[in-house]
């Protein structure tokens, strides 16, 4: 299929119910690693290297340069997969870009594909020479298998002015296919290609602000999904059963069963799909260590079978995600509930209990953390909770702040985000408007002030990793222990946004409404994080899609809605044992005195 010139910007925009977007799958700015590209997925390069070499050529291209052909000629370029690793053959629809639980009537459509060639030579190469752009998918025995191919021949591709754009209608496109192969065909030695960007134009049914935002949260998260283990990977750009997070993977079966509410999933796969999790975590996952407790490990591999080497036996998150259990079940009327019960009141919590606190758990090799949950915030009380649920001491936290500050730590759902106000009077609902006030106002404020950020309505300082993919860190604005983190003036996560939609809704929507508008946001895109510099406005993405803030991103925009609340709340109210524990934490004539709508009375 021949190329055709396109000269629009990347945008998206509204067109006959539809939401269109232009999707980055290549993005020669990114600071992040040559393994991973924008929508998450791995990427590799594809040619021999005694005859290709490929650098990245500056913040808007990546230059290809042929040195040799060991024949009459040769080819390159790059190897692209769609939001998976390249390892796990994975397969998307292009009519239904999603996962099949999210129902159709909700799914994004393939529409286009784009290329920008920043410059193109061929001082003495082949009349024939051309640029190729194939849509692979798979046999049934995993070979690849050319789908379809567009091509612009050499006159069309040198001729300048550079850079140019290509655009190559994809609405036709039927079959699954997993990888995007972009090549210089047919090249011998002096070709040379620059490379800018390579986009999918996707359309997606139009939506209200807060239901876009729990659709695209969960496209991304259902992604990272395996559904023959029942984990969720920890990024997508890890094969399968590499690294597996069991928070995340507890949270999706509590997001699956909201998404149920709200309509989004059908029923009968959503509690299927709820099912096999409660099984992988109940039945595959280790706990441990033995025979001191029964804590689950924070990572796994091989499909949940070992505990990962470099994780704890960690308290934390074995509370987190057998409270975000529970609430699943419950919800989804799973007859698994007792069983995730009996795992809670299994944990050996007088154990872990230390002069009125929760111990962190277990090193790697079994020995005790001696760090404990004390600092303010949904970590020690979702850990408390848990505890009080499954038959533990009834430990403290510390007033208000949080330790550092860091978003996720004062609204994150262990399993609810909190809204009333606790035995010790902290009003948790002031205190989450109050911090998310101040976090959309950061920018703008001159002691931090960021005016691009300012002007595009962006603002969230959360755990994510960092710019560059070198590390992970407790973005905040400063707490009982450290100092503000906001990378310099610099950084926004979006799942935060996420986090406090249901505090800010027109910030939240604001963000929202940008980050799609600039692709950052897409039915095939997620940003961990991103930063801006205060000076020059240059932008720099990390367009890692990791299952964890991918599920607080996602919570959030859920929770934002009150029916979702309520059901979560009345879904817990009915377990006498998460009720009681929760009108301890919370009771009810303080919140009823409060005006609160808090959650469990019934016991």
Not at 580 to 587: E, I
Request: charged fraction near 20%; include cysteine; charge should be negative.
């Amino acid at each position: 299929m021949r190329a055709l010139l396109l000269l629009a910007g990347l945008l998206s925009s509204l067109q006959g119910g539809e939401r269109l977007y232009w999707c980055p799958i290549h993005d020669p700015a990114s600071a992040v690693d040559f393994y991973g590209n924008a929508t998450g997925g791995g990427r590799a390069r594809f040619g021999e290297p005694a005859e290709l070499q490929v650098q990245n050529a500056g913040r808007e291209g990546w230059q290809f340069e042929f040195s040799a052909n060991h024949g009459l000629w040769t080819s390159g370029g790059l190897v692209n997969a769609f939001g998976r690793a390249i390892e796990d053959r994975a397969s998307v629809r292009p009519q239904a870009l999603w996962h099949p639980l999210i129902r159709a009537e909700f799914q994004p459509r393939l529409l286009a594909l784009r290329v920008e060639v920043r410059g193109a030579s061929s001082p003495a190469g082949r009349s024939d020479l051309e640029l190729r752009l194939e849509l692979k998918g798979y046999t049934a025995a995993g070979e690849q298998e050319n789908l379809q191919a567009f091509t612009v021949p050499r006159a069309q591709l040198l001729k300048g002015p550079f850079p140019r754009r290509f655009e190559f209608p994809a609405d036709d496109v039927t079959d699954p296919f997993g990888l995007l192969v972009l090549l210089l065909d047919r090249a011998v030695a002096g070709d040379t290609l620059e490379l800018g960007r390579i986009e999918a134009q996707v359309a997606l049914p139009d939506q209200t602000p807060a239901r876009r935002g729990m659709l695209l949260g969960l496209g991304a998260l259902l992604a990272n999904w395996d559904e023959a283990s029942g984990l969720v990977q920890d990024r997508g750009s890890f094969p399968l059963g590499v690294y597996e997070n069991v928070t995340a993977t507890a949270k999706l079966a509590k997001l699956i069963a909201l998404g149920m509410h709200e309509g989004l999933i059908e029923a009968g796969a959503g509690r299927a799909a709820v099912s096999r999790i409660a099984a992988a975590l109940l039945d595959t996952v280790p706990r441990g260590p033995q025979p001191a407790n029964r804590l689950w490990p924070h990572f796994t591999r091989s499909q949940g079978r070992e505990r990962h080497p470099g994780s704890e036996w960690a308290s934390g998150d074995t509370a987190y995600a057998a409270l975000d259990l529970v609430l699943a079940l419950q919800l989804t009327g799973d007859p698994r509930l007792p069983d995730a019960l009996t795992f809670l009141r299994e944990i050996r919590w007088d154990v872990l209990f230390d002069r009125g606190f929760y111990r962190h758990g277990y090193l790697p090799d079994g020995q005790p953390i001696p760090h404990r949950w004390e600092g303010f915030g949904v970590e020690t009380l979702g850990i408390n909770f848990a505890a009080l649920a499954g038959g533990g001491p009834d430990a403290r936290l510390l007033p208000p702040p949080t330790d550092d500050g860091s978003g996720f730590n004062l609204h994150a759902g262990y399993p609810l985000p909190p809204e009333g106000v606790d035995r010790d009077g902290h009003d948790w609902r002031r205190l989450r408007l109050e911090e998310a006030q101040r976090q959309v106002g950061w920018y703008a404020d001159p002691a931090h002030a960021n005016r691009f950020l300012a002007a595009r309505g962006l603002f969230g300082l959360s755990a994510a990793e960092t710019p560059d993919g070198q590390g992970y860190l407790a973005y905040g604005i400063g707490g009982r222990l450290d100092p503000a983190r906001d990378g310099g003036r610099r950084v926004v996560t979006p799942h935060y946004a996420g986090l406090v939609a249901g505090l800010v809704p027109d910030a939240a929507a604001t963000l929202l409404e940008n980050l799609e508008t600039t692709g950052i946001l897409t039915p095939l895109n997620h940003a961990d994080v991103l930063a801006v510099d205060p000076d020059s406005g240059k932008e720099t993405v990390n367009w890692l899609k990791g299952s964890w803030n991918l599920s607080l991103f996602t919570e959030g925009w859920l929770f934002s809605q009150p029916a979702n609340r309520q059901a979560a709340r009345q879904a817990l109210a009915a377990i006498p044992e998460f009720a009681g524990a929760w009108n301890r934490l919370f009771p009810p004539r303080q919140a009823a005195a409060a005006g609160e709508a808090t959650g469990p009375v019934p016991q």
